[in-house]
């Protein structure tokens, strides 16, 4: 019973560093690098108060090894035809990068940037053949807003800052605020020092990244560090990066107030591995995954890095299948 419930936590932990990874990304690199970049992805025209900003590399994920191989079985390939039939877009060739904005303090819907060849005209075919989607039309400022009602105060907006970049917001007033920086009426994120402090780290070739500034992100409540000083300890920013290539590699990296406070996180968390070593010991698969993981701090930094060989992951996936929904 001890076996089988230690290789679920294995396995859990696994596909929670591997989901972590998925979802969010960086890499460290140079500020004209990301204001390059912002320029096509929608990234300028994101107000200034907002702090957390998510990059998805649309072909570079689904075309890595990981993802090429998850999705190559006939059942995989089946479902996501049928998706791509039901909502008449393919991620895989209409929709090349995906842009995510919004601020963790404030009530109001996060902005959605997708870009893609042709969008325009891609979405226009898909309004046609479901109309539904579409309650009405509306201008702000010289751009067309395709409105969807939903039965609340919060209206679902979308609008084209270009033939291929399509905002999207599930509230019409924070879709109008990008349009507002984009004209130039408000400040844009370029502004937020905090955001940009953490963004002038990544890498934009990195196929997905994340950052959380002025965040104050609790740890989860557990006995274990109930009592301890760690138990008030709060992430003040973290960023994560990393790449699905040979191996699903990157780092995850916690802004803590002071470095005594990150170097007791980081002694606790080495702790936490030899423990899950040492009773992983006669389980090779679990113990190679473990392996893959380690701590650092650097100054109030917390560091996780994370090596996963890609051979291990896959092996994982398959005998997971079930709990992925991959079948």
Known sequence: MGKVRLTAFMASLAIAVLASILLLNLKPGG??????????TGFAYFPDHYDVVVHLNVNRVINSPLLSRLISDPASLQKLDRAVREIGLDPR????????????QKKEMPVVFLRGPQLRDKVAVLLNRKPELLAKRDNYKG???MLRANGDARQPAAAFFDESLLAVSGERRALESAIDVRLGVSPSIFHNNPMMNLISHINQTEPIWLA???????????????????????????????????????????????????????????????FGKMQAAQQAEALQLLD???????????ILNVQLPFLEVERLMNNHRSFLNMR
């Open 93 to 104: 060739s209409d929709i090349s990068e995906v842009l995510i904005g919004g601020n963790t």
């Open 31 to 40: 500020l004209p690098t990301v204001r390059a970049t912002a320029q096509s």
């Open 292 to 302: 893959g993981l380690s701590f650092d701090e650097y100054q109030n930094q917390v």
């Open 212 to 274: 959380v500034a002025n965040g104050r992100l609790n740890l989860p409540p557990n006995p274990a560090w109930s009592a301890s000083p760690l138990a008030q300890a709060k992430i003040r920013s973290l960023t994560v990066y990393g790449n699905l290539d040979m191996a699903v590699s990157g780092k995850i990296i916690g802004f803590f107030d002071d470095a005594q406070t990150a170097k007791n996180f980081s002694a606790m968390g080495r702790g936490l591995l030899a």
């Open 143 to 145: 751009y067309e807003l």
